[in-house]
């Protein structure tokens, strides 16, 4: 499967932005998917990711402001962010992965997309 994540942009603090993963070369429905984000200096975070099953897993640091939705006529997963502060500025990445032991692990994932930069003013 083929991932390409969009959506990124500068945002105030508060604001809300909703990032995409288009998916191509088979449904992602089939896939645990995953995001993740990179700040400078810093490992790969896990942020959320739901199940081919509908369960989903939040990262700490975003619990009741980011949730996860997909759009199977579209092949698409969306990551919708509320209560943006300025440390979740980074890199976010959207990623797959046919069976996943660890949700936050970036290891536990196979496929990648190429990342999308989300800024946060203060």
């Known amino acids: 499967v083929q991932l390409q994540a969009s959506g990124g942009g500068l945002v105030q603090a508060g604001g809300s932005l909703r990032l995409s993963c288009a998916a191509s070369?088979?449904?992602?429905?089939?896939?645990?998917m995953g995001w993740f984000r990179q700040a400078p200096g810093k490992e790969r975070e896990f942020v959320i990711g739901?199940?081919?099953?509908?369960?989903?897993y939040y990262g700490d640091s975003v619990k009741g402001r980011f949730t996860i939705s997909g759009d199977n006529a579209k092949n698409t997963v969306y990551l919708q962010m509320n209560s943006l502060k300025p440390e979740d500025t980074a890199v976010y990445y959207c990623?797959?992965?046919?069976?996943?032991?660890?949700?936050?692990?970036?290891?536990?994932?196979?496929?990648w997309g190429q990342g999308t930069l989300v800024t946060v003013s203060s």
């Open positions: 990623a797959a992965a046919t069976w996943v032991a660890a949700y936050h692990r970036p290891s536990e994932y196979a496929y």
């Open positions: 070369g088979r449904t992602f429905s089939s896939y645990t």
């Open positions: 739901i199940t081919w099953r509908g369960s989903t």
